[in-house]
């Protein structure tokens, strides 16, 4: 039997699926993509022949059918997800599963849209004297959140933190972070990070609800929050030229 390949398209921008992505893509038999999320265009390279789903009006249990049927008729079948799949993919309920079919799958690893919209504000997560730690999070909807993750317990780290799938719900995110970050605390709100009609907000905790309703973005994107969105920073000693590493040695002072 052939195997199901679950590959994470990126953010958007169809040139940022990786290079072994679009060499599955192009030679799947079976292409299962979130349409919702994923352009049509990701998947263009296919080959004529292809067999196409759009998995946005698909249950699981569909899925995962047209995932069986391909793959026991010896056809190489492509699950394409947005982003990264093991961020908010839900693919570890197809890997399930499949598991008790007997199918074999492998993971092929995607840009997430956390850190495409970190390159499209032009920051860095991680700085020397400000974060070193990253917490990818969403607030609770329909799907409910841990206990011990909600976001006021998270904020009390102050770290960089990355917040998925929250933005229509602005108001609450802000008086959440507001326990613990200060209100000119940097924020940012990138939606649909890298697609052609992407849409970029920059405020406080204290502007940034009024900015967003402003900009009248209510769904597809990233909240971004914490001082690395700032500009007070020490820099990497791993350049300095005092000092000294594997590859270097530093110049005495």
Same mark, same amino acid.
């Given at each position: 039997?052939?195997?199901?390949?679950?590959?994470?398209?990126?953010? $958007?921008?169809?040139?940022?699926?990786? @290079?072994? $992505?679009?060499?599955?893509?192009?030679?799947?038999?079976?292409?299962?993509?979130?349409? /919702?999320?994923?352009?049509?265009?990701?998947?263009?390279?296919?080959?004529?022949?292809?067999?196409?789903?759009?998995?946005?009006?698909?249950?699981?249990?569909?899925? @995962?059918?047209?995932? %069986?049927?391909?793959?026991?008729? $010896?056809?190489?079948?492509?699950?394409?997800?947005?982003?990264?799949?093991?961020?908010?993919?839900?693919?570890?309920?197809?890997?399930?599963?499949?598991?008790?079919?007997?199918?074999?799958?492998? @993971?092929?690893?995607?840009?997430?849209?956390?850190?495409?919209?970190?390159?499209?504000?032009?920051?860095?997560?991680?700085?020397?004297?400000?974060?070193?730690?990253?917490?990818?999070?969403?607030?609770?909807?329909?799907?409910?959140?841990?206990?011990?993750?909600?976001?006021? /317990?998270?904020?009390?780290?102050?770290?960089?933190?990355?917040?998925?799938? /929250?933005?229509?719900?602005?108001?609450? %995110? @802000?008086?959440?972070?507001? %326990?613990?970050?200060?209100?000119?605390?940097?924020?940012?709100?990138?939606?649909?990070?890298?697609?052609?009609?992407?849409?970029?907000?920059?405020?406080?905790?204290?502007?940034?609800?009024?900015?967003?309703?402003?900009?009248?973005?209510?769904?597809?994107?990233?909240?971004? %929050?914490?001082?690395?969105?700032?500009?007070?920073?020490?820099? /990497?000693?791993?350049?300095?030229?005092?000092?000294?590493?594997?590859?270097?040695?530093?110049?005495?002072?």
């Amino acid at each position: 039997m052939e195997k199901v390949y679950f590959i994470g398209a990126g953010p $958007g921008d169809p040139e940022l699926i990786t @290079v072994k $992505g679009q060499r599955l893509v192009k030679s799947a038999d079976v292409i299962i993509y979130a349409g /919702s999320l994923v352009p049509r265009e990701v998947i263009d390279c296919h080959k004529p022949s292809a067999e196409i789903h759009n998995s946005a009006s698909m249950t699981l249990e569909e899925v @995962v059918d047209v995932i %069986v049927k391909g793959v026991k008729a $010896g056809k190489l079948v492509a699950r394409v997800h947005t982003g990264d799949p093991a961020i908010f993919g839900a693919h570890r309920e197809q890997m399930d599963m499949l598991d008790e079919h007997g199918i074999d799958y492998e @993971v092929i690893p995607g840009v997430s849209s956390f850190l495409a919209s970190a390159a499209a504000v032009k920051k860095e997560f991680t700085l020397p004297n400000v974060s070193q730690t990253v917490i990818c999070t969403r607030l609770e909807g329909r799907t409910p959140v841990p206990e011990k993750e909600s976001l006021e /317990s998270l904020a009390s780290h102050r770290a960089s933190m990355a917040i998925f799938l /929250s933005v229509h719900m602005i108001g609450d %995110v @802000v008086k959440r972070l507001g %326990v613990h970050y200060p209100m000119t605390t940097p924020i940012a709100v990138v939606q649909r990070a890298s697609w052609e009609d992407q849409k970029i907000v920059m405020g406080t905790l204290e502007t940034i609800e009024a900015k967003v309703k402003s900009a009248n973005i209510t769904k597809t994107a990233q909240i971004l %929050v914490g001082d690395f969105l700032g500009n007070e920073y020490d820099k /990497s000693l791993l350049y300095d030229k005092h000092f000294t590493h594997e590859f270097r040695k530093g110049i005495e002072k």
